[in-house]
């Protein structure tokens, strides 16, 4: 596809990135809530991959896969992220947030830049007129997606059930694939990421590479900024002194199999 026609559908896809983070900053600025913050980021990663396919006017194999697994790992985790809200009434993240307009515009607004960065390779993808047949890059990438999403998906759940156990009111998890990584979701959600570009990448050329940035980014957010970093923090506050979790942070891998 022409570049012109490319950078117009990525164009018209920032562009609704914003204008939604920025209305949904508006309604949770007003009523300052963050209940619809996480279903909001979810639902824009779907609505852009739809309206990207439709926009490139083509919808081969390859395209239309991709499509479905974004809006599958789009429908699993909005839902579910918006139920534990719905649960536990709050999340901490905004507890310094929620009452400040320019704070959580600053939030929305890169909740914006998450979700058009870690799409990319898809949009780029959707935005393509040329095609190739299937290969073994397509069912690499798309078998760590499955991968990455069962990864996450038994870990979400795995949480929520031991969270659920009023005998665990106190306790740190440790069992399920919380006994090989400190945080499995996150590497699930890496792994998704991943997995999609590597398919992506398929028909790319050129410059259109460069949007190994969504899964290089992905990293770099969930193991330094925004993740593993504040979850970490209040873990150590609430347990550090305990003898359990000093052993389970020595044996145990951040995001196995990438860093300790």
Known sequence: MPVSVMGNILLKCAVTDLAIQWVGWGVASAFKTE????????????????????????????QNVQSGLVTAWGLRLGSFLFLRIMNEGLD????????????????????????????????????????????????LGWGLWALGFATEGIADQQKWNFKKDPDN????????????????????????????????????????????????????LLNYVSGVPILEKKALKKWGSDPDYQEYMRNTPVLWPFTR
């Open 35 to 62: 209940k619809f913050y996480d279903l909001a980021g979810s639902g824009t990663f779907v609505l852009l991959t739809l309206l990207s396919r439709r926009w490139g006017g083509t919808g081969y194999r390859r």
């Open 92 to 139: 901490r993240r905004f507890n310094k947030v929620r009452d400040s307009p320019g704070t959580f515009f600053i939030y929305w607004t890169m909740q914006a830049v998450w979700v058009f960065v870690t799409l990319l390779p898809t949009l780029i993808l959707n935005s393509e007129q040329r095609d190739r047949p299937l290969g073994v890059r397509d069912y």
């Open 169 to 220: 009111v106190g306790r740190f998890i440790r069992s399920g694939l919380w006994a090989y990584s400190r945080h499995p979701n996150y590497l699930g959600e890496i792994l998704q990421w991943t997995g999609l570009y590597l398919s992506a990448s398929s028909v790319m050329q050129g410059a259109q590479h460069l949007s190994v940035v969504s899964p290089l980014f992905l990293y770099f």
